[in-house]
């Protein structure tokens, strides 16, 4: 059994895992916003506590970070800045391998094990929730790039002058299309939440108050997320949906830049906004097909990540389970 565990924006969260694949004992926890660097590590071994009789233990964290070491700088984690989260969790557990890999690149590897990628040579796997990240699997094998940071799809320009982005630049995927841009752009578009069926359920949050009935009303204390832009999307809001519209063409411009550099056989896609489904994926297809015209791209398919919410835990423990193909440091 492998420790997985999976620490994003949103949620921290962690479950061992069979040699199979095979989830078991999954536990969340919300991840505190604008907390330092030590209440983000107490949080995380407040999560990690009741585990044992596991062989190793790995770990999908947010990028940017300096790979093999594990020292992590979660552009959505701002308490986290080189912090050496790899030397952490060796210290915490002694004699046990700890890996530490961007959370995008776990997905990819999840999915490429055991998702939609299985048996694909060519593949990238995506991210699309409080930020917007990527994995590279080229030739059967994930590529990690000099830094380990390969397949940050999620700082492709899709916008030249576009929005400013958490790593500095502007018009970058993530800027244009991760959840919190999303919301943003939609309020600035007059949208305010009006329901908020299935947020606290997609969020997986231990503790979080859930939404009862098919849908309900916005209460003004509670602020609003890309779930709650989703479902209003799902109900017929036009400026929700022309939000989920705007994350899909961006979407379908990186993506038809990416399959054209590498010549992918899949895309798959995780993470919350993914869930949107035909709102989401429907303007990316267009877009990509718009884009993407050399008959090798055509080929290309883009699906939603079979995996879902398992699919970083999934991923992390492949960096030990999965032998060279995933860890070649």
Known sequence: MILAIDVGGTKMAAALVAPDGAVRRTRRLATPQEADAETLWKTLLTLIEPYDGFSGVGVGCGGPMDWPSGEVSPLNIPGWRAFPLG??????????????????ICLAVAEHWKGHGRGRANMLGMVVSTGVGGGLILGDRLVNGGTGNAGHIGHVIVEPGGPPCGCGGHGCLEAVARGPALVAWAQGQGWTPSRVEGA?????????ERAEGAAGPYREDREAT??????DARHGDPIARAALARAGQALGLAIASATHLCDLDVVTIGGGLAQSGALLFEPLERTLREHARMDFARRLSVVPALLGQEAGLVGAAALLLGGDRYWAA
């Open 200 to 208: 606290e359920q997609a969020e997986g949050v231990e503790g979080a």
């Open 87 to 104: 030397e952490r969790l060796a210290a915490r557990f002694p004699g046990k391998p700890v890996r530490v890999h961007n959370d995008a």
């Open 226 to 231: 890309g779930q709650m832009l989703a479902a």
